[in-house]
């Protein structure tokens, strides 16, 4: 009875475990609105990038909207090294930054000062 029980919570840890995995790899993007020749997402920055992962089309412009709604100076500027972009965000206020997006990939993006992050993943 007792090797039954350390087997059922041997299984439940497993679980928990693969779980706690496979959730953590499965972040969902957030395609971008595409009109015509470009396409828009609209980007919240507080106490994080959100959506944290957004998904743009290959060869068509995109613009990213950043609303920026977090003061802290952490978010003060964000930067796109793929795209070479560095850019200051002002508060409340929403900021575009525009992108050309030729290669599928991943690319990552981050605060200023690199400690907050977001994706930009193009197909
Ligand atoms: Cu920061």
Redesign the pocket.
């Known amino acids: 009875m007792n090797k039954l029980l350390v087997l059922v919570i041997a299984l439940v840890v497993v679980g928990v475990i693969i779980w706690w995995f496979f959730g953590k790899r499965k972040v969902v993007a957030t395609a971008a609105v595409k009109d015509g020749d470009r396409q828009t997402i609209e980007i919240t920055v507080d106490g994080g990038y959100k959506p944290a992962v957004v998904e743009l089309e290959r060869g068509v412009k995109a613009e990213l909207v950043f609303v920026r709604k977090d003061g802290s100076a ?1 978010f003060d500027e964000v930067v796109l090294p793929d795209f070479g972009v560095r850019t200051h965000l002002p508060v409340n206020q929403p900021h575009s930054v525009t992108i050309n997006p030729t290669k599928a990939g991943e690319y990552k993006y981050a ?3 690199n ?2 992050f977001g994706k930009v993943v193009v197909k």
Request: glycine letters at 16%.
């Open positions: 952490c605060c200023g000062m400690m907050f």
